[in-house]
């Protein structure tokens, strides 16, 4: 069994910036591919961005490439989400998610992933 869980979400006005951060516990995570999804009211869960299992390798959703960045701190079983120039837009709940899988590239599916956080609220203010 894994626990995510992730914090640092709020609210935060257009061009703003966050950083969320995905604890986990349990399996040892630091050997699996994680990720980050977003779910708006009324749409579904998509994907945001993800890295490998050692960090090398990244990938984004083209509507956040160039404003979020994914990162990884094994040591301390945590991945982040920083967001900068926020959008009314980017406003959702955000899930973190651990891969059932340890490959060199990165994950978009949802079907990918086994394990997610409760997620937490992202609110841009325009």
């Known amino acids: 069994q894994v626990q995510l869980v992730e914090s640092g979400g709020g609210l935060v006005q257009a061009g703003g910036s966050l950083r969320l951060s995905c604890a986990a516990s349990?399996?040892?995570?630091?050997?699996?591919?994680m990720g980050w999804f977003r779910q708006a009211p009324g749409k579904e869960r998509e994907f945001v961005a993800a890295?490998?299992?050692?960090?090398?390798?990244?990938g984004y959703a083209d509507s956040v490439k160039g404003r979020f960045t994914i990162a990884r701190d094994n040591a301390k079983n945590t991945v982040y989400l920083q967001m900068n120039s926020l959008k009314p837009e980017d406003a959702a709940v955000y899930y973190c998610?651990?891969?059932?899988?340890?490959?060199?590239?990165?994950?978009?599916?949802?079907?990918?992933?086994?394990?997610w956080g409760q997620g937490t609220q992202v609110t841009v203010s325009s």
């Open positions: 890295i490998n299992w050692i960090g090398t390798g990244t």
């Open positions: 998610a651990s891969a059932r899988a340890r490959v060199a590239g990165w994950l978009k599916s949802l079907r990918d992933y086994d394990y």
């Open positions: 349990g399996r040892t995570s630091s050997n699996y591919n």
